[in-house]
């Protein structure tokens, strides 16, 4: 199964951009790159996902490499209600989704 | 409100003892999903179901024992047999199996002592 590889832990200012990679260097041609964030305590929500193009709706943007082995999760202005652990996750043809430890994210006042 | 339910949001249990987690949802969607979570780890798949009366097993279905005779209901228990259940337990649906989004619930964290 593809993985996923995020830095453990980053920090922002508050209403600063923020950009959190991902690598997936062994992606399948036909796996979806999904991300979800956690709050503390909470289940997870879905945040974006895409395939090839890069990907925007309201809540942040997904770009994604021309190769596919990497993809950047933006928020464009950093709220202090955006601090949570956000999974980069691929999804194979089997649905199946494969949560890693994520990258938790850290928004300063 | 539609939405998932997971009841209760904290549980302790005594060793030995089998216990069920509720989980529940109105949103008419077909397939439903267990997961659990340690501390500072990401969320393993337990069990799926992707139609009423018809479930697989995930990753870590050992010790775990899951039903689905409504749509809205995928109850799971976890029995004696397994080895380490202290753990947060999250439960998912999403409308169709190969929906791109699934939607979880606020999750029941176990203590097993």
């Known amino acids: 199964d593809a993985k996923t590889t995020q830095p453990n832990s980053m920090e922002s200012n508050e209403e600063e951009p923020v950009h959190l990679p991902c690598n997936h260097s062994?992606?399948?041609?036909?796996?979806?790159i999904h991300w979800y964030r956690q709050l503390p305590s909470q289940g997870p929500e879905y945040v974006i996902h895409?395939?090839?193009s890069n990907v925007n709706n309201r809540m942040a943007s997904l770009a994604i490499a021309e190769d596919r082995k990497s993809s950047t999760l933006i928020l464009h202005r950093a709220t202090l209600r955006d601090a949570a652990v956000y999974y980069c996750?691929?999804?194979?043809?089997?649905?199946?989704?494969?949560f890693g430890a994520g990258t938790r994210l850290t928004v300063k006042p | 409100d539609g939405g998932i339910t997971q009841s209760p949001k904290y549980l302790f249990r005594k060793e030995g003892q089998n216990v069920t987690l509720s989980c529940e949802q109105n949103l008419n969607h077909d397939a439903m999903y267990w997961y659990r979570q340690d501390p500072g780890q990401g969320l393993r798949l337990i069990y799926y179901?992707?139609?009423?009366?018809?479930?697989q097993k995930g990753d870590i279905a050992e010790g775990y024992s899951v039903s689905r005779e409504k749509k809205e209901s995928f109850p799971l228990t976890v029995t004696s047999a397994q080895k380490n259940p202290t753990a947060f337990y999250l439960c998912?649906?999403?409308?169709?199996?190969?929906?791109?989004?699934?939607?979880f619930g606020p999750g029941t964290r176990l203590t097993v002592t």
């Open positions: 996750i691929l999804r194979d043809n089997n649905n199946d989704m494969r």
């Open positions: 179901s992707q139609i009423v009366n018809d479930f």
């Open positions: 998912a649906s999403s409308k169709l199996a190969d929906s791109y989004e699934q939607y």
């Open positions: 895409g395939l090839t």
């Open positions: 062994t992606i399948s041609g036909t796996d979806y």
